[in-house]
C-alpha cells in the first residue's frame, strides 16, 4: 500500500518557523517513469480541509493559497523521494493538522487544489501556533 509520512510539525510561537517533510514510497518519483504532484492541505478543529501549497511533478511550478503567499514555500528533492513545505513567519491562524497527498494523475500539467484529485494521504502532523 502506497504511504506518505509527514513530519517536522510542532509548537512555535508566532513568527516562527518550522519546516514539514512529506516522505515514503507513494510519492514513487521517476518509478517506472511514473511522476506525481504533491500537495500540502491542513484542516483546523470545526473547520474544513484546506489546500495550502501545491507543486508540480517536475517542480517546474508551484501554488499558494493567498493566507500563506509570501510566507510558506513548497519544494522537492526527486533523488530523495521527498517534498518540503517550508512556513516562515507563522500566525495563529497557520495552527491546523497538515497532511501531504500525491496527485491521481501521472504528470499532471497544473497543480490541483482539490483534494479529490489527489490519491494517497499521510497521517498528517500538528502545527501549532501560539500568540
Not at 78 to 107: E, F, G, H, I, W
Amino acid at each position: 500500500q502506497e504511504q506518505l509520512v509527514e513530519s517536522g510539525g510542532g509548537w512555535v510561537q508566532a513568527g516562527g518557523s518550522l519546516t514539514l517533510t512529506c516522505a515514503g514510497p507513494g510519492l514513487r518519483i521517476g518509478y517506472y517513469g511514473l511522476t506525481y504532484g504533491v500537495a500540502w492541505f491542513r484542516q483546523a478543529p470545526g473547520k474544513q480541509r484546506e489546500f495550502v501549497a501545491g507543486i508540480k511533478w517536475d517542480g517546474g511550478s508551484t501554488n499558494y493559497v493567498d493566507s500563506v503567499k509570501g510566507r510558506f514555500t513548497i519544494s522537492r528533492d526527486n533523488a530523495k523521494n521527498t517534498v518540503t513545505l517550508q512556513m516562515n513567519n507563522l500566525k495563529p491562524d497557520d495552527t491546523a493538522v497538515y497532511s501531504c497527498a500525491r496527485d491521481r494523475q501521472n504528470r499532471r500539467s497544473w497543480i490541483s487544489s482539490e483534494s479529490a484529485a489527489y490519491q494517497y494521504w499521510g497521517r498528517g502532523t500538528q502545527v501549532t501556533v501560539s500568540s
